[in-house]
């Protein structure tokens, strides 16, 4: 079946510094969609892309759909505290498929 | 306010109990879907259902039941045969067909302990 390797598992970095995660596929997908949950909290959609290439920005977050179809990146510029919890990558290979999940990236910001 | 509301938030429940967990949606969404987290773990399917009165297993079905008597609402009941049931439980809805709309949002969870 379809698996998605997401990576780092973990990071612990220092406020202020820049943050990026990324998730590969085995197969390809035509939707990546990225989420954060915070402790004890249900996921929170942050970016969703639909076209291989797109670069997509919420506020200090900028996400990507890679141009193989196969890979999507997250980055996080100019960290702060309440950026701390799990990120998760999902995505679809077709709109009537399930949604594939990674494992998630957990981040932890030093102040 | 549009959302997903899942209740309760704390459930305990003795061993040989069954208990059933609530989501109800105001989206006007299709699809409906459990999802159960343990701690370091990611989200694993536990049911989904597409349209009213129709649902399917996921990959972790045994020892759950499903219902989707009204588009708006998906309960979950965790049987006694659920070995392990002790878990964070998540409800998600998404609209259905359209490529647009793959989006799919979460409710705030329910965590279940088994004393």
């Known amino acids: 079946g379809q698996q998605l390797n997401q990576s780092p598992q973990s990071m612990f970095i220092q406020e202020g510094e820049d943050v990026s995660m990324n998730c590969t596929s085995s197969?390809?997908?035509?939707?990546w969609l990225w989420y954060k949950q915070d402790p004890g909290e249900g996921p929170v959609l942050l970016i969703a892309?639909?076209?291989?290439?797109e670069l997509t920005s919420n506020g200090r977050l900028t996400a990507q759909f890679g141009i193989t179809r196969k890979d999507s990146f997250l980055n996080i510029s100019a960290s702060i505290p309440s950026d701390v919890g799990i990120y998760f990558c999902a995505g679809y290979g077709g709109s009537q498929g399930n949604l594939i999940f990674g494992k998630g990236t957990k981040l932890s910001v030093k102040p | 306010d549009g959302g997903i509301t899942q209740s309760p938030k704390y459930l305990f429940r003795k061993e040989g109990q069954n208990v059933t967990l609530s989501c109800e949606q105001n989206l006007n969404h299709d699809a409906m879907y459990w999802y159960r987290q343990d701690p370091g773990q990611g989200l694993r399917l536990i049911y989904y259902s597409q349209i009213v009165n129709d649902f399917q297993k996921g990959d972790i079905a045994e020892g759950y039941s499903v219902s989707r008597e009204k588009k708006e609402s998906f309960p979950l009941t965790v049987t006694s045969a659920q070995k392990n049931p002790t878990a964070f439980y998540l409800c998600?809805?998404?609209?259905?067909?359209?490529?647009?709309?793959?989006?799919?949002?979460f409710g705030p969870g329910t965590r279940l302990t088994v004393l």
């Open positions: 998600a809805s998404r609209a259905w067909g359209a490529s647009s709309y793959n989006e799919q949002f």
């Open positions: 892309l639909y076209k291989a290439g």
């Open positions: 197969s390809i997908f035509n939707t």
